[in-house]
């Protein structure tokens, strides 16, 4: 399997990673909002605990838009997609050490760790829209640090943004399996 077929094979199987992106993007906001009503630690306990759900969730939206929801067994981007995990592990290592120092620090690192692994999406899905996804919240993770802003509302940022993109990514791929159709016509 060359790169390309290995690209279009996540593309297909995923819906280009819209889904997953829509799910994140709910749970960033969903803690945004709860965290005007509790505590920084109960949003934390509820952004972590929603980040495990976003793989499962984001297959099962999948499979909702008629797609598999699993890549091919022999696909070597999946080593990709799971290694990439380890910069959420570690990124919210860091901003729960971080959070002990000052509490508006969490979801600004957190914003530019899952910028970073967005990045990597460009590879694993080849769609350049993840470049774009990725550096643009890891720059409003930045502002957001440098500004200090109150513990809410680099969350909510982070939500609106990935909704905006998943809309937009999932449109793209809808597009791109027209072309496909067309292609092979």
């Known amino acids: 399997m060359d790169i390309k077929e290995a690209q279009n094979d996540m593309r297909l199987s995923y819906l280009g990673g819209g889904p997953g ?6 749970v960033w906001l969903i803690t945004g909002v709860l965290a005007f009503y509790y505590t920084e630690q109960t949003s934390i306990i509820v952004f ?3 980040g495990m759900l976003i793989h499962p969730m984001g297959i099962l939206l999948s499979k909702l838009f008629n797609r598999t929801g699993k890549h091919r067994e022999n696909n070597p981007l999946a080593k990709l997609a799971m290694g990439s995990t380890v910069i959420l592990f570690i990124g919210l ?3 729960y050490l971080a959070f002990q ?3 508006d620090w969490f979801f600004p690192i957190m914003l530019m760790v899952i910028g970073v692994r967005y990045l990597i999406f460009q590879s694993i899905y080849g769609m350049k829209v993840f470049w774009i996804l990725g550096l ?11 500004s ?3 513990f809410q ?7 609106i943004i990935e909704l905006l993109f998943a809309v937009l990514i999932i449109k793209l791929e809808g597009k791109f399996d027209q072309l496909e159709t067309e292609h092979e016509v």
């Open 93 to 95: 290592y860091i901003a």
């Open 48 to 50: 972590f605990l929603g």
């Open 148 to 150: 200090n802003q109150p």
């Open 153 to 159: 509302i680099p969350a909510i940022l982070g939500g």
């Open 21 to 26: 992106a829509l799910i994140s993007g709910l």
């Open 101 to 103: 120092i000052n509490t």
């Open 136 to 146: 643009t919240l890891t720059f409003t993770g930045i502002v957001c640090y440098m």
